[in-house]
């Protein structure tokens, strides 16, 4: 199972952008790269998901260059609600959604 | 917007009793899931059920759980004789097909004491 790795923790201000990598070198022709946000207390919270290129929607961005051994979450201008542990998971094409979890990365954005 | 519901949102238990933790997915969804967070830990997948089957489990899902579907809306996680490292939240999720967005319940928190 391809394993996914990104910092810990991250540090923002409100109204700035931010971006936080992923790198998932051993990443498999079938894996979507699948980003998810968690609350203190909270279910985890679809983001985005993306296979290659750019993906946007209207929460984030999701950048994946060709070798897709690596991607960027981008948040723009982050408020104090996006306070938040931010995941980056591989989906397998298995058909079932079993998503494996990482540590995430802590997300604190200050005043 | 449809969510997936979770009941109870706190649970304290003694050890060896059973459990039940329920949820209401979304409606139209067809794969159910169990996941379960450690205090301070990582998310872990515990189970996925299908057209009333499991179609996966973890390590984690052994003799002491059970998931069941009732009745066409509910999904349940039984736990048989709780033990104290069982306490942690647990979140429901659903999707309406595999390899797309999951929805999580706002989880259950349970307290084996």
């Known amino acids: 199972l391809a394993k996914t790795t990104q910092p810990i923790s991250m540090d923002s201000y409100e109204g700035q952008e931010v971006n936080i990598t992923c790198s998932h070198n051993n990443i498999a022709t079938n894996d979507y790269i699948t980003w998810y946000q968690q609350f203190p207390s909270q279910g985890p919270r679809f983001i985005i998901q993306g296979y290659k290129t750019k993906v946007t929607n209207e929460v984030a961005s999701l950048f994946i260059p060709a070798d897709r051994k690596s991607s960027t979450l981008s948040l723009p201008r982050v408020s104090l609600s996006d306070t938040a542990v931010y995941y980056c998971l591989l989906d397998q094409n298995t058909g079932f959604q079993k998503l494996v979890f990482g540590t995430g990365t802590r997300l604190l954005v200050s005043p | ?113």
């Open chain 2, 1 to 113: 917007e449809p969510e997936v519901t979770q009941t109870p949102s706190h649970q304290v238990t003694q050890m060896g009793q059973e459990v039940i933790l329920r949820c209401v997915p979304i409606s139209n969804h067809l794969y159910f899931y169990w996941y379960r967070q450690i205090l301070g830990q990582k998310v872990e997948f515990l189970v996925s059920f299908y057209n009333n089957e499991i179609s996966e489990k973890s390590e984690i899902f052994d003799d002491q759980f059970s998931v069941e579907r009732p009745d066409g809306s509910n999904f349940t996680l039984k736990i048989r004789s709780t033990k104290l490292e069982d306490s942690a939240m647990y979140f429901c999720a659903s999707s309406s097909r595999g390899n797309t967005e999951a929805f999580f319940g706002q989880g259950t928190r349970l307290t084996v004491v």
